[in-house]
T-cell receptor, first 113, second 115 residues
Framework: GENVEQHPSTLSVQEGDSAVIKCTYS??????FPWYKQELGKRPQLIID?????GEKKDQRIAVTLNKTAKHFSLHITETQPEDSAVYFC????????????FGDGTTLTVKP | GAGVSQSPSNKVTEKGKDVELRCDPI?????LYWYRQSLGQGLEFLIY????????KSGLPSDRFSAERTGGSVSTLTIQRTQQEDSAVYLC?????????????FGSGTRLTVV
C-alpha cells in the first residue's frame, strides 16, 4: 500500500514569514494530492489539491508543488497569519488500495504574532 | 445534505456498554470513510464503504468494532463492550466516489468518552 511521510511534525514561524511542509509518497501511480487543514477542535477541511498533470497550483497565499519524479509534494504558505495556525495533513491515494487515501501524520503549524 | 452530518456530537458511556455512531454523507457521495483521532494525534483509518459494500475493513481495531451502510447513504459505526482506550473523536468523511481523484469532506465528528 501507500506510505506517506510528512515533515516537519511541528513548525513555528513568525507572522509574515513563509511556511513549507513536505510529504513524500511511495506509490508511483498516485495522481492526486490534497492538503487538509484542521483547526483546534474542528474537522479537517480540504484547502488545496493538485493533480499529477501540473507541477504547481496556487490559491492566494497557499500553493502546492509536486515533483512526481522524486515522489514528493509540498504545501507553501506565504505571509503567514495567526489564523493559519492549525494542523495540516497531506494525503495520497494508492492505486494498489483502490484509491483510498493514506494521510500523513500531520504538521502542527504555529504562527506567532 | 449540504455537508457530512455526524451524531451524536458527544457521547459519554460507561465501560462495557455498546455505542452507535451515525454518519450521514453528502447526498450523491458514494464513498464513505470512518477515521479515529485521539487527542493530538493523526487520522487512524478504520473502514470505508463504496456504496453499501466495505472493501477495506483492515483498520478496525478489534472484533468489537463493526460498521454498516444501508441504501448507499447513512452509515453506523458500532462499538461493543467499550473500553477506555476507545475514547477518541470518530470522524466520518465522504467523497464523490472511491477513486484516485477525489478529496474528502469530513463531518464534525463524534467525541466518545468511555468512563
Amino acid at each position: 500500500g501507500e506510505n506517506v511521510e510528512q515533515h516537519p511534525s511541528t513548525l513555528s514561524v513568525q507572522e509574515g514569514d513563509s511556511a513549507v511542509i513536505k510529504c513524500t509518497y511511495s506509490d508511483s501511480a498516485s495522481n492526486y494530492f490534497p492538503w487538509y487543514k484542521q483547526e483546534l477542535g474542528k474537522r479537517p477541511q480540504l484547502i488545496i489539491d493538485i493533480r499529477s498533470n501540473v507541477g504547481e497550483k496556487k490559491d492566494q497565499r497557499i500553493a502546492v508543488t509536486l515533483n512526481k519524479t522524486a515522489k514528493h509534494f509540498s504545501l507553501h504558505i506565504t505571509e503567514t497569519q495567526p489564523e493559519d495556525s492549525a494542523v495540516y495533513f497531506c494525503a495520497a491515494p494508492s492505486y494498489t488500495n483502490a484509491g483510498k487515501s493514506t494521510f500523513g501524520d500531520g504538521t502542527t503549524l504555529t504562527v506567532k504574532p | 445534505g449540504a455537508g457530512v452530518s455526524q451524531s451524536p456530537s458527544n457521547k459519554v458511556t460507561e465501560k462495557g456498554k455498546d455505542v452507535e455512531l451515525r454518519c450521514d454523507p453528502i447526498s450523491g457521495h458514494t464513498a464513505l470513510y470512518w477515521y479515529r483521532q485521539s487527542l493530538g494525534q493523526g487520522l487512524e483509518f478504520l473502514i470505508y464503504f463504496q456504496g453499501n459494500s466495505a472493501p477495506d475493513k483492515s483498520g478496525l481495531p478489534s472484533d468489537r468494532f463493526s460498521a454498516e451502510r444501508t441504501g448507499g447513504s447513512v452509515s453506523t459505526l458500532t462499538i461493543q463492550r467499550t473500553q477506555q482506550e476507545d475514547s477518541a473523536v470518530y470522524l466520518c468523511a465522504s467523497s464523490f466516489r472511491q477513486g484516485m481523484n477525489y478529496g474528502y469532506t469530513f463531518g464534525s465528528g463524534t467525541r466518545l468518552t468511555v468512563v
